[in-house]
């Protein structure tokens, strides 16, 4: 069972659309961090979010942390085919777990 | 800008063959991470050097060990390997560790244990 929970795991989408990817927990971080990762290298951070209900954007991406700071959402405007790759949310106390990720691809 | 260097980026092991892979940062970074990447699994840490002279367990350290050779350098080694050890290694290292600093990525070992 994955500490974070990520949602959907599959996403396939046209260029253009929207979409919203989830991070679940049911334990409290003191922060969350977003990454991408493209195949054949190591993830990149998009952005750590700190304060519970948190909103950051990042041009086309808005990030939100939840409330509670158990969860966190991923909101992606007008996707365009270089969103295509793997997010994966990761979460820090004293240590630091990542969730599976969501694999997103936009068609042109 | 080199940023995190992995060394080697595939290999193909017999079980029970040993191997190290080896890992070095250019950016002063005080902690270092390694981590294993499996489908459907995440990233899974395995080792960490909070800091020069120190490393500690992660989630998943059996079958494992590791060196903090200095500063810039920190090696995985597996005495024995497994099948079960087929995966994608990736290095990492930050500032501090488990801070919400940012943590900067190698781009990954593929290793193959048949």
């Known amino acids: 069972t994955q500490l974070l929970e990520q949602s959907p795991q599959f996403l396939s989408i046209q260029e253009g659309e929207n979409l919203t990817v989830y991070c679940n927990s049911s334990s409290v971080f003191s922060s969350l961090q977003w990454y991408r990762q493209e195949p054949g290298e190591g993830p990149v951070l998009l952005v750590t979010?700190?304060?519970?209900?948190e909103v950051k954007k990042l041009k086309r991406l808005t990030f939100q942390f939840g409330d509670a700071r158990k969860d966190s959402s991923l909101h992606i405007t007008a996707a365009q085919p270089g969103d295509t790759g793997l997010y994966l949310c990761?979460?820090?106390?004293?240590?630091?777990?990542f969730g599976a990720g969501t694999r997103l691809t936009v068609k042109p | 800008n080199a940023g995190v260097t992995q060394t080697p980026k595939f290999q193909v092991l017999k079980t029970g063959q040993s191997m190290t892979l080896q890992c070095a940062q250019d950016m002063n970074h005080n902690s270092m991470y390694w981590y294993r990447q499996d489908p459907g699994m995440g990233l899974r840490l395995i080792y960490y050097s909070a800091s020069e002279g120190t490393t500690d367990k992660g989630e998943v350290p059996n079958g494992y060990n590791v060196s903090r050779l200095n500063k810039r350098e920190f090696s995985l080694r597996l005495e024995s390997a497994a099948p079960s050890q087929t995966s994608v290694y990736f290095c990492?290292?930050?500032?501090?560790?488990?801070?919400?600093?940012?943590?900067?990525f190698g781009e990954g070992s593929w290793l193959t244990v048949v």
């Open positions: 979010v700190v304060t519970g209900g």
């Open positions: 990761a979460g820090i106390n004293n240590d630091m777990r």
């Open positions: 990492a290292s930050s500032i501090q560790v488990f801070s919400g600093n940012t943590i900067y």
